[in-house]
């Protein structure tokens, strides 16, 4: 049993050391071999195929993502790093941050007139109730009420976590906080795991 998110989180950026790509893990969202597929068993989720619009972390795990919600025909909004802004994507490429800035377009969550489908994130370690653990800096939980708080993510909105199979736990509610926001679903480069959140928002 750990006794912090910190215990996680070293537990964590260790064991997925031997799976994990650049960037290096520690400190960071993990990138892991296989993110790729992970990211593409979106495309089993019929909340994913119906969304008009996906709200995407800008951690590299998402990089295919990203790619994939504008070959799906449907926008993109981002996040710039440290929180630092909104942009909406529409056309062009977006997997890379880089991509995102040249190709996105800033905005104002105050101005926009859309409704966010599915809100995606990384995670360093989530487990099957739903509570996901973040590297520390608090911007995957402000970024969820920054757009909840504008009008942007409703109960509809499904939250979906992309992880390694070693990211996954039985239990963390322990170590929760009040603020922090449940997952609903976490998906794999093998299988889409549906938490106890998803049957308790959407049964």
Not at 129 to 136: I, Y
Not at 158 to 178: K, N, R, T
Request: proline share 5%.
């Amino acid at each position: 049993m750990f006794k912090s998110k910190r215990d996680v989180r070293e537990y964590v950026w260790r064991a997925i050391k031997p799976y994990s790509k650049f960037p290096p893990p520690y400190g960071r969202i993990p990138n892991f071999v296989n993110a790729e597929k992970a990211c593409e068993k979106l495309r089993e989720l019929e909340e994913y195929r119906s969304a008009r619009v996906v709200f995407s972390a800008p951690d590299s795990p998402l990089k295919r993502a990203r790619e994939m919600v504008l070959e799906d025909g449907k926008k993109l909004l981002a996040v710039k790093p440290k929180m630092t802004g909104f942009l909406l994507v529409e056309r062009g490429k977006a997997g890379t941050i880089k991509e995102m800035l040249r190709y996105g377009r800033e905005v104002d969550p105050n101005e926009l007139s859309i409704h966010v489908d599915v809100f995606l994130q990384g995670c360093v370690a989530v487990d099957k109730k739903g509570n996901r653990v973040g590297k520390g800096s608090g911007f995957g939980d402000k970024e969820y009420a920054v757009l909840k708080e504008k009008g942007l993510i409703s109960d509809r909105t499904l939250y979906v976590v992309i992880a390694h199979p070693i990211q996954i736990f039985e239990d963390l509610s322990y170590l929760m906080d009040e603020h922090d926001v449940k997952v609903d679903v976490i998906i794999t480069p093998s299988k889409v795991v549906k938490t106890e959140n998803y049957f308790r928002r959407f049964r």
